[in-house]
T-cell receptor, first 117, second 112 residues
Framework: GAVVSQHPSRVICKSGTSVKIECRSLDFQATTMFWYRQFPKKSLMLMATSNEGSKATYEQGVEKDKFLINHASLTLSTLTVTSAHPEDSSFYIC?????????????FGEGSRLTVL | GENVEQHPSTLSVQEGDSAVIKCTYSDSASNYFPWYKQELGKRPQLIIDIRSNVGEKKDQRIAVTLNKTAKHFSLHITETQPEDSAVYFCAASHQAGTALIFGKGTTLSVSS
């Protein structure tokens, strides 16, 4: 299957700093990527849909100025958590579908565990 | 928007028994229903999926059924093994590139 790679897998930062997470499709082009957030023992909550070459679409309740998403190429989307606070600590996972097929399967990155001190 | 409900939240079975997890969805336009298995700290792994043009799909010990009229779908695991222990998520989406909306998950524990 298609491969989605996410980096970093773990990051610890101080409160008030910004953290960037990268999501790459390694062997396919992804015009659309999705960012999810998962708290411990909870479900995956959709944060935003990242569209190559245009602005991301954010879900209700997700602050677009807090979670900056950039999808500058067909293989890379980035999520920047700005001015991070302890309540932003979570597991962030990106996902993508292959652009040329319509199989429906969503491929997930490995996830990035953010801890804000 | 879509809303996916999943039950039960926890399920404990003895090795060799069957396990059934049920989900309902709200958006009648949804037509793609995958099931994911997630182990602690890992990414979700697709275990089986079904599209709205079929009512049942089976892959060895795993099967999924779909009732579009009632808007519910179920995961069936037969002959459970301890390595089946994990969190299982159902999800729903339109097939045309929209995001998956997940249920809240079911923690399955299989004891030997």
């Amino acid at each position: 299957g298609a491969v989605v790679s996410q980096h970093p897998s773990r990051v610890i930062c101080k409160s008030g700093t910004s953290v960037k997470i990268e999501c790459r499709s390694l062997d396919f082009q992804a015009t659309t990527m999705f960012w999810y957030r998962q708290f411990p023992k909870k479900s995956l909550m959709l944060m935003a849909t990242s569209n190559e070459g245009s602005k991301a679409t954010y879900e209700q309740g997700v602050e677009k100025d807090k979670f900056l998403i950039n999808h500058a190429s067909l293989t890379l989307s980035t999520l920047t958590v700005t001015s991070a606070h302890p309540e932003d600590s979570s597991f962030y996972i990106c996902s993508a579908r292959e652009g040329q097929t319509n199989t429906g399967e969503l491929f997930f990155g490995e996830g990035s565990r953010l801890t804000v001190l | 928007g879509e809303n996916v409900e999943q039950h039960p939240s926890t399920l404990s079975v003895q090795e060799g028994d069957s396990a059934v997890i049920k989900c309902t969805y709200s958006d009648s336009a949804s037509n793609y229903f995958p099931w994911y298995k997630q182990e602690l700290g890992k990414r979700p792994q697709l275990i089986i999926d079904i599209r709205s043009n079929v009512g049942e799909k089976k892959d060895q010990r795993i099967a999924v059924t779909l009732n579009k009229t009632a808007k519910h779908f179920s995961l069936h695991i037969t002959e459970t093994q301890p390595e089946d222990s994990a969190v299982y998520f159902c999800a729903a989406s339109h097939q045309a590139g929209t995001a998956l909306i997940f249920g809240k998950g079911t923690t399955l524990s299989v004891s030997s």
